[in-house]
């Protein structure tokens, strides 16, 4: 397999983007378990920080800063037209109370300017935030989808212990919440702060002081509008705090058994075949439904949460608009406001109410945002760690080179360990030349398919060396092979493009592998995953492999889905087509020793598993050796016939 390096990301203006300082979390064992957790969540949402910010760097967007600065200046000129449309609202309620005609035509005229000025303003500033959030998240999302492929991570994380739990749901679905809502956010703060302290000097300008006898006594209140707007957005804001407090934790869960439940069903479509063969529908039917049944309750603990929230937020906007008019009715009465002043008062009440309230609107939101970067950032603290490990920091790792002389591969004091240093396979060191078929064996459990991904370079913990000849390609065949989506043509010539290779070579590749009844089929696409048997993956797999034609070939179990006969076939055809070849088996078949000129026994001993034997095995001629099978099956005692009742 001639493995390409992914690279990481490359922004629009040329510049790499590098990867984050992988930082270590390290706290103080003196602390309880609350404090434990609280510190974890911190540092999750500065390490989303870490990489979401580079957006705004040097390796960023090429519009990142041209879009923000547009933004901010869309927000600017809607609070202009927010403002003159608070001015038109005064103008044309003293017109009405006058009875004016003539100015309330005028007005009327007015009006529409500012209206259509406003709502362009408000679709170019929709255009402006989604755009910026649609680059973030292109960009954000490039850069954790490289690190996840590079060097087999997506696979190594399967192995590792950490929260990374369906790193396909954060990267779709947690990356998109944690893109989206912090520019929401950021738009609204910003309009929020620059709305309350316009209308609040409008406040403090119409309202002015309100004089009240109480008990004989005159007290007099200054800005008492604006005082009246803090205390109720105080209390509705301090309100949504209180009765929201357990919105993320709730939100966190919500999305995690989400995730669970739809790895679950994924799991049944992906292993349909085996399930219905074995009849496992209704214990598949009974952990769907407790998977399903952990979402209802959490969705059942967020409806409760949002329920306590909506009183908060539906009663503040019903009472918000009716305090700055009983507020205004004493002095509108005594005639010290204008009906056009009451109703701007009301108007600029509401906004600075709608202002200092963002948070009773936007907190659950906030929580699942909270809940996404938190769940997307642990998975990029996990990749740190895979990183940290390729860099040497911690546990050791197997380091990769070149052999020399014309030694083809070379484990060079190499040792498997597990992520947390527990020894699989002890020191190994084991040379391979040109055209060797060796052939690993071993009870099960020994490691012998550890090493396989060890020296596939798949597995990174350990120590010692696998090197290899410069500038030979290594290809590997597992058990159970990969069948891509699309086109069967496309299957075949896999990692590679299907325009590598012509109709006519993946035809014959398919005829040479016992698959030519699918020559018509190549260019059809087709659920081939599901609708090829286990066999017929091995034997696709064998086809890829004449295509490719590598110089090191690992077999890891490939022919354990065929016949006796249709192994040999396929084996004695990979001697044929690729005579030069380099092999490493790892199987548990005898038969295949014969194909092998040398044979490595694994055992399981304490401290990892050793090599114990090492032995040259002589190679039959074919011919002989299907003979002697044939004989042999000859001479064996016939089986006694069925009793039939």
Not at 586 to 606: D, Y
Request: proline fraction near 4%; glycine fraction near 8%; hydrophobic fraction near 45%.
């Amino acid at each position: 397999m001639n493995r390409q390096p992914i690279e990481n990301v490359v922004a629009e203006t040329g510049k790499t983007i590098d990867a984050p300082p992988p930082e270590i979390l390290e706290t103080d064992p003196g602390l309880s378990p609350e404090e434990v957790e609280q510190i974890r969540r911190d540092y999750l949402l500065k390490r989303f920080w870490i990489s979401a910010k580079g957006f705004w760097g040097a390796a960023g967007g090429r519009l990142a800063w041209v879009l923000t600065g547009g933004l901010l200046v869309l927000i600017f000129l809607q609070l202009s037209f927010q403002y003159g449309i608070n001015l038109w609202n005064r103008a044309i309620f003293d017109a009405i109370e006058r009875r004016d005609a003539d100015v309330v035509l005028h007005l009327t005229g007015v009006f529409f300017p500012l209206a259509i000025g406003s709502v362009l303003l408000g679709v170019i500033q929709v255009y402006t935030r989604m755009g910026i959030q649609r680059r973030w998240r292109a960009w954000l999302t490039s850069s954790v989808i490289s690190r996840w492929l590079k060097s087999g991570r997506y696979y190594q994380l399967n192995l590792v212990s950490g929260d990374h739990q369906n790193p396909e749901y954060r990267i779709a679905e947690d990356l998109r919440v944690a893109t989206d809502a912090p520019i929401d956010f950021a738009t609204g703060v910003t309009s929020a702060f620059l709305s309350a302290t316009t209308f609040i000097i409008v406040l403090w300008t119409i309202g002015g002081a309100l004089t009240l006898t109480i008990a004989g006594a005159t007290v007099t209140i200054p800005g008492f509008l604006v005082i009246a707007a803090v205390l109720y957005a105080a209390i509705a804001s301090g309100s949504m705090v209180v009765i929201g407090r357990n919105f993320v934790a709730i939100s966190e869960s919500k999305n995690q058994t989400e995730a669970e439940y739809r790895y679950a069903l994924m799991r049944v479509r992906e292993n349909g075949e085996s399930i219905a063969l074995l009849g496992g529908e209704e214990e598949e039917r009974s952990g769907i439904d407790r998977s399903f049944g952990k979402v209802l309750k959490q969705w059942a603990l967020l409806c409760g949460q949002h329920m306590r929230t909506t009183i908060v937020s539906q009663g503040s906007s019903l009472i918000a608009p009716v305090i700055p008019i009983l507020l205004c009715a004493p002095k509108f009465l005594e005639g010290s406001m204008t009906l056009g002043q009451v109703m701007q008062a009301a108007s600029a009440f509401t906004i600075v109410q709608s202002a200092f309230g963002w948070l009773v609107d936007n907190y659950p939101r906030l929580s699942d945002w909270n809940a996404g970067a938190r769940r997307i950032a642990s998975l990029m603290m996990s990749l740190d760690g895979l990183e940290r490990a390729e860099t040497g920091e911690g546990l050791n790792r197997i380091k990769r080179g070149e052999t020399e002389g014309n030694t083809m591969l070379r484990l060079n004091d190499l040792s498997v360990t597990l992520d947390d240093g527990t020894a699989v396979v002890g020191e190994t060191e084991i040379l391979i030349e040109p055209g060797e078929w060796v052939l690993v064996s071993g009870e099960s459990g020994t490691g012998k398919s550890t090493l396989v991904r060890a020296i596939a370079g798949l597995w990174p913990w350990g120590s010692g060396s696998v090197d290899f000849h410069a500038d030979r390609r290594l290809f590997m065949l597992p058990q159970k092979p990969y069948v891509p989506s699309g086109t069967l043509r496309r299957a075949a010539a896999y990692p590679a493009a299907a325009e590598d290779w012509s109709i006519e070579q993946i035809g014959e590749a398919l005829d040479k592998v016992g698959l030519g009844h699918l020559k018509e089929r190549i260019e059809e696409e087709a659920p081939w995953d599901q609708t090829l048997s286990g066999g017929e993956k091995q034997r696709l797999a064998f086809a890829r492999l004449f295509l490719h034609r590598p110089d090191i070939i690992v077999l890891d179990e490939a022919t354990s889905a065929l016949d006796d006969r249709s192994q040999d076939k396929l084996m004695e055809l990979l001697n044929e087509e690729l005579k030069d070849a380099t092999v490493v088996s790892v199987a548990h078949r005898a038969e295949l020793e014969e194909f092998h000129s040398r044979k490595i026994t694994l055992e399981r001993r304490k401290g990892g598993a050793r090599f114990v034997s090492d032995i040259d095995l002589i190679p039959l001629d074919s011919r002989r050796r299907l003979l002697g099978r044939w004989l042999r099956k000859r001479k064996e005692p016939p089986r006694p016939a069925r009793q039939v009742a």
